[in-house]
């Protein structure tokens, strides 16, 4: 089992940059691949961004590529998005996601078994 906790959601004026926190407690943190979604009302949840255990495999969604940053730390069991030159479209509530995983591989979107309960981050035109 592994519990995850997000944090620093907030309201940005567009153009902006807010990091995203990621507090994961339970199993070995670097035996997970981890991910960012998010969801904006009214859409479905969409993914963000992947990391793997390691750290040195990350994928980004074509909509961020360039302006959000995944990383992590494994001492601290944390995971982190850096966002910036945010846009009102990234408005969401955004989530981190957990998948069991050995290596360097990245799981698919429907591999996620552990989520946390998210963080609202609205961008202001």
């Known amino acids: 089992q592994v519990q995850l906790v997000e944090s620093g959601g907030g309201v940005v004026q567009a153009g902006g940059s807010l990091r995203l926190s990621c507090a994961a407690s339970?199993?070995?943190?670097?035996?997970?691949?981890m991910g960012w979604f998010r969801q904006a009302p009214g859409k479905e949840r969409e993914f963000v961004a992947a990391?793997?255990?390691?750290?040195?495999?990350?994928d980004y969604a074509d909509s961020v590529k360039g302006r959000f940053t995944i990383s992590r730390d494994n001492v601290k069991s944390t995971l982190y998005l850096q966002m910036a030159s945010l846009k009102p479209e990234d408005t969401a509530v955004y989530y981190c996601?957990?998948?069991?995983?050995?290596?360097?591989?990245?799981?698919?979107?429907?591999?996620?078994?552990?989520w946390g309960q998210g963080t609202q981050v609205t961008v202001s035109s």
């Open positions: 996601a957990a998948a069991f995983r050995l290596g360097a591989g990245l799981p698919r979107p429907h591999e996620y078994n552990y």
């Open positions: 339970g199993r070995p943190f670097s035996m997970y691949a």
């Open positions: 990391i793997s255990g390691s750290g040195r495999t990350t």
